[in-house]
């Protein structure tokens, strides 16, 4: 069984940065895809970004581009993203995720995905 942990959220102000960690425990497994996703009060959980196994090519929401990174240490399986420039509508429990199969699956939707972690809280507010 696969555990994903998550931390590093809290409170930061707007235009301040936080990174997030996930840490992959117990058995050993081969991933597709790490992601991370975000679920604000009222809405739905959306995805923010994602980062692939065999290549390690990161995809980014038109929302976070330019400001959030995702990168990994495979060493550590460990998978971070580290948010500037944060703005208040970034607001959100944030989870880490991981899909297992590599075809037929869109890693944007969080359907798709086998393990998440338990989630962190990012508040970004004055």
């Known amino acids: 069984q696969v555990q994903l942990v998550e931390s590093g959220g809290g409170l930061v102000q707007p235009g301040g940065s936080l990174r997030l960690s996930c840490a992959a425990s117990?058995?050993?497994?081969?991933?597709?895809?790490l992601a991370w996703f975000r679920q604000a009060p009222g809405k739905e959980r959306e995805g923010v970004s994602f980062?692939?196994?065999?290549?390690?090519?990161?995809y980014y929401a038109d929302s976070v581009k330019g400001r959030f990174t995702i990168s990994r240490d495979n060493a550590k399986d460990t998978v971070y993203l580290q948010m500037n420039g944060l703005k208040p509508e970034d607001t959100a429990v944030y989870y880490c995720?991981?899909?297992?199969?590599?075809?037929?699956?869109?890693?944007?939707?969080?359907?798709?995905?086998?393990?998440w972690g338990q989630g962190t809280q990012v508040t970004v507010s004055a």
């Open positions: 995720a991981a899909v297992i199969i590599d075809y037929g699956v869109d890693e944007w939707s969080r359907y798709d995905y086998d393990y």
């Open positions: 117990g058995s050993t497994f081969d991933y597709h895809a």
């Open positions: 980062i692939t196994s065999a290549d390690g090519r990161t």
